[in-house]
């Protein structure tokens, strides 16, 4: 009867794993928590949106502990938002880097009626915060293309790692740069734009050069900031687009066109 006892008592406990809370900074995810969202929904952004020659994104940003403010967005959006494409985050879906925040954040944005992909902020690197993006979303740099504009997303969040890591991935760019054959255009996208304390700032007007060499940079996004910002940070051109948070209940509308792009600065 004992050792009856003592097998059901462990198979109870194999079975009810999922059961155990533990500690929030555990970057062990739930058995139904999905992973590889970036890339599962890259391939569907590229395939809605190969051949076309008009594509209409949003941005949003810094949705950290604005639950209610992101799920008034997304009812706003599959209501009555129509021929968008795709949605990219600027990152910042956690405030202290806990699993639950990533995990409460998609479980309101897996309900967009389009994919979305998200950057890496600097709030979702706290604690073991990085390894639960990274089995969440996938790696911190990375691309896409749409049409023919490829998306260079980065990871600008040097001051997370005390500058210890090589943050902007110089050759990360690089490699991106000489695969850029195929796509006619470029937009750069970070969490933390460069002049801000989280950016490397030794290594700004490098970064500011070596993104030039893209080709055709339309225009940088990035978040962090909490406001909408449009600034010629360098002096060259180059704008740089700062979106608000979900929390001041904003985003942006960009459409880009075969001959240029417009954007909306939108509040709901």
Known sequence: MVRFLYYFLFLFLFISCDLIDYHPYDG???????????????????SIC????????IMISDTQRAYDETEDFVNLFNSSINNVDFILHGGDFADFGLKKEFEWAHRILSKLKVPYVSLIGNHDIIGNGEQVFK???G????????????????????LEYDYSNPIPDFNFLYKEIADSISSKRTIVAMHAPPGNEQFNN??????????????????CLHGHE????VRDIFNDGVLYYGCTTMQKRGYYLFTLTPDGYTYEEIEY
């Open 135 to 137: 089995k969440m979303y």
């Open 50 to 57: 190969h051949d076309k020659d008009t594509i209409r994104f």
């Open 202 to 219: 030794n290594v700004k007007e490098v970064f500011q050069a070596v993104i030039k060499m893209f080709p055709s940079l339309l225009f």
């Open 139 to 158: 790696e911190e740099n990375f691309s896409f293309i749409v049409g023919d504009v490829k998306f260079i997303c980065l990871n600008t969040n040097a």
């Open 28 to 46: 062990r995810l739930s058995s139904d928590t999905e992973t590889g969202i970036n890339k599962t929904n890259i391939e569907k952004i590229e």
């Open 226 to 229: 909490h406001n909408f910002k």
